[in-house]
């Protein structure tokens, strides 16, 4: 497999910098709720970005590289778009305002990108060194594919409610409303925190959870700590427009917990079929790889993953129509469904029984 030019990744690091800085600095001095236009325009922004940075992936270094980073960007932006069913449940819990929700999931992508970061880098350090790690991610993943299949969602209700939050909250001095933007304000004379503050580091801690289960999945796809966090990075940018974009499409795709859990799934067999393919451990086939174990290639783990996305969206959209028929509905529950009562057959009533005075 090709090295990766170390120029290429050093200007990608900058150049996504550069990005980044300029969409936080337009956030901050123009804060607003983008329109449905605005929000679809910057995700279709990001989306390009990300598949011309897979298209020099493939210039640069091959289809193997460049294959394993789509598989992984789209893993990672299915698993952070589960996230904004909880982004929206805590913004509603702290009341933050619509205009200054740009801002909270900006300043709450970048905490997360500087703690996936280091993440990422001891990860990535302890598969370099110990490759039985991969037993333990598989066991993890098939695990967490399981708790995502069962989840009844109850967690979710509750995100925000935690020990941390409830210990800032009780030790800062903290003022009852927002003042703006702002973190800090000044409340009779004295400086205190903004709800503000909580709510960006709620965002920043909740996301990490979420990377307990997303890094692992990626790792499982490709052994490059690049192509790990430049994933993870492409997957966050577009996600602050996403959530006001799907904001009110995400309770309509009901199957996309199940899709993920399937991706969850198939990643974690793969990366235990890879550990026992590389095995070291003295008390499995006595410390010898086991040469029948498949490795599972990029392009099967790609095809996997978008064709598992696309069945759940479709049968999401699928559901929802259904769901909203009300002779559907009906006919699921073996009801018959009522006629609509038209004007006519009003008039006819009423003169049935001689009233004057029908309420329609």
Do not use: C
Request: glycine share 8%.
């Amino acid at each position: 497999m090709p090295t990766l030019p170390l120029a290429f990744e050093v200007g990608t690091f900058v150049v996504l910098g550069i990005i980044l800085l300029f969409d936080l600095l337009l956030v901050v001095k123009r804060p607003h709720e983008p329109s449905m236009k605005e929000a679809g325009l910057w995700v279709a922004f990001y989306v390009g970005l990300a598949l011309v940075f897979a298209a020099l992936m493939f210039v640069f270094t091959g289809p193997e590289y460049g294959g394993q980073f789509v598989a992984g960007w789209v893993t990672e932006y299915s698993l952070s778009i589960d996230n904004l069913f909880v982004f929206i449940i805590i913004m509603a819990r702290f009341s933050v305002p619509r205009k200054y929700q740009q801002e909270v999931l900006m300043v709450g992508i970048i905490i997360a990108l500087i703690l996936r970061g280091i993440f990422i880098a001891l990860g990535a350090a302890v598969i370099e060194n110990f490759s039985w790690i991969f037993y333990i991610f598989g066991a993890f993943l098939l695990y967490t594919a399981y708790k995502q299949a069962t989840d009844s969602g109850e967690d979710e209700e509750h995100a925000g409610d935690n020990k941390l939050i409830s210990k800032l909250k009780s030790v800062l001095p903290m003022s009852e409303s927002y003042d703006g933007n702002k973190i800090r304000t000044v409340v009779d004379g004295k400086k205190v925190f903004t709800p503000m503050l909580i709510v960006f580091v709620t965002i920043g801690l909740t996301d990490l959870l979420f990377a307990v289960d997303s890094i692992p999945a990626i790792f499982g796809l490709t052994q490059s700590a690049f192509i790990v966090f430049t994933a993870n990075i492409f997957a966050l940018m577009g996600l602050r427009q996403l959530y006001f974009l799907l904001g009110g499409l995400m309770t309509r795709l009901i199957y996309l917990k199940h899709a993920l859990s399937v991706i969850l799934a198939f990643i974690g067999v793969k990366l235990v079929l890879h550990a026992m393919h590389v095995n070291e451990l003295p008390f499995i086939n006595g410390g010898e790889h086991i040469e029948w174990a498949p490795e599972i290639p990029t392009f099967v783990s790609l095809a996997v993953i978008i064709a598992t996305i696309v069945i759940a969206v479709v049968a999401s959209l699928i559901r929802s129509r259904v769901t909203d028929n009300p002779a559907a509905r009906a006919d699921e529950k073996g009801e018959v469904a009522e006629a609509p009562v038209v004007d006519e057959d009003l008039d006819q009533a009423a003169g049935d029984v001689g009233a004057k005075d029908t309420r329609r």
